[in-house]
C-alpha cells in the first residue's frame, strides 16, 4: 500500500514539474514574443494580452499616461481567475496566474529589441510563436489566463474546441484598435490572431477524436487495451471473415486523437494479424468520457 501511495506521489509530482515547467517557459515566451513582434508591429494579439496594450496605448495617446502592462492586465485576468478557481480545478488556475503574472512583469522589465519591421512578417511569426505558447500551456495542462479560462471551460462543458469563437471575439478589440489607431494595425492583427489560432488548433489535439475499427480475432484482448488506455467502452460485432471464412470480430470505438496512435501499435502486439481503421469523427452525440487532471 504505501509502494502505491508513493508511486502516486511521484507521479503527481512530475505533473505538477511539467505544469509549472510549461507556465515559466510559456511566461518568458509571451514576455519575449510581445517585446520582439507585437510591440514593434504595433499589434493587438487578441484575448486579455490584446485588451491590455489597447488600454495602455489609449491612456499613453490620449492621456499622456504610462500605465505599467502588469497592473492592467493582473486587474482584466481577476474575473477569469475566480471562473477558473470555481469550475476548473486550483492546481490549473494557480499555474495560469505563474503565466499571467510573470508574463505581465517580463513585458515591463524586457527591453525593446525588434527582429525586424516588416508588418506582415511580424503578424506571420509573431502569430506562429503565440499559437505555439499558448499550446505548450494547453500541452503542460495550464493557460494564459484571460479568455484561455472561458474556452476551457467550455470545451470541458461541451466537448468542443471553440478557438475559432475566441478569434470572432477578439474582433471586437481589433475594430476599436482600428477606429482608434489605424486599420492598417488592426488588419495586421488579424493575420497575427489568424496564424495563432491555426497553430494551436494544430498541435492542440485533445478534442480531436477518432472513430475506430478494428478486425480482430482477440476481440476481449483488444478491448482491454482500449478501456485501459482511453476509459472508454466499445461495441462488439461478431462475424465471418468473406474471405478466408474464419470467425472474426470487429471493435468500435470512438476515441482521443492521441489515444488513437498508441491504441494501434497496442492492438498490433495483442493480433499483429488486426486489421484498423480509423476515422476522423467531427461530432458525437452521447456520453463521451474525457479525461480531466485541472
Known amino acids: 500500500m504505501s509502494n502505491f501511495s508513493s508511486a502516486f506521489k511521484n507521479m503527481d509530482a512530475k505533473i505538477e514539474l511539467k505544469r509549472y515547467s510549461c507556465a515559466v517557459i510559456a511566461a518568458v515566451l509571451f514576455a519575449v514574443n510581445i517585446k520582439t513582434f507585437v510591440k514593434a508591429g504595433g499589434l493587438y494579439p487578441g484575448g486579455f494580452n490584446g485588451l491590455t496594450l489597447l488600454i495602455q496605448g489609449i491612456f499613453q495617446e490620449f492621456a499622456g499616461m504610462e500605465i505599467p502592462y502588469t497592473l492592467i ?8 481567475v475566480f ?7 486550483v492546481k ?3 499555474s495560469s496566474c505563474v503565466v499571467i503574472v510573470l508574463s505581465s512583469i517580463l513585458t ?13 512578417l511580424i503578424s506571420i511569426f509573431g502569430g506562429l510563436i503565440n499559437g505555439f505558447v499558448v499550446s505548450l500551456c494547453l500541452i503542460g495542462n ?7 479560462f472561458i474556452a476551457i471551460y467550455f470545451s470541458e462543458k461541451n466537448g468542443q474546441d471553440i478557438w475559432n469563437y475566441i478569434l470572432c471575439g477578439n474582433a471586437v478589440i481589433l475594430v476599436v484598435a482600428g477606429l482608434l489607431f489605424g486599420w492598417d494595425k488592426a488588419l495586421y492583427s488579424i493575420i497575427f490572431q489568424f496564424t495563432s489560432t491555426q497553430v494551436v488548433q494544430m498541435l492542440h489535439q485533445r478534442y480531436k477524436k477518432h472513430t475506430l475499427f478494428i478486425i480482430t480475432r482477440h476481440p476481449d484482448e483488444v478491448y482491454e487495451e ?3 488506455l482511453s476509459h472508454h467502452s466499445a461495441t462488439r460485432i461478431d462475424g465471418t471473415g468473406c474471405y478466408s471464412g474464419d ?21 498490433t502486439e495483442v493480433d499483429p494479424q488486426a486489421f484498423v481503421n480509423i476515422i476522423k469523427t467531427d461530432f458525437i452525440n452521447g456520453r463521451f468520457y474525457y479525461k480531466t487532471d485541472y
Open 92 to 94: 490549473f488556475t494557480m
Open 142 to 148: 495550464t493557460s494564459s489566463g484571460g479568455t484561455d
Open 83 to 89: 471562473i477558473g478557481l470555481k469550475f476548473i480545478g
Open 247 to 267: 470467425n472474426t470480430a470487429m471493435i468500435y470505438s470512438v476515441v482521443s486523437r492521441d489515444e488513437a496512435k498508441i491504441l494501434v501499435k497496442k492492438v
Open 226 to 228: 482500449i478501456s485501459k
Open 73 to 80: 492586465n493582473v486587474i482584466l485576468n481577476a474575473i477569469p
Open 108 to 120: 515591463d522589465l524586457i527591453p525593446s529589441q525588434p527582429i525586424t519591421y516588416d508588418p506582415l
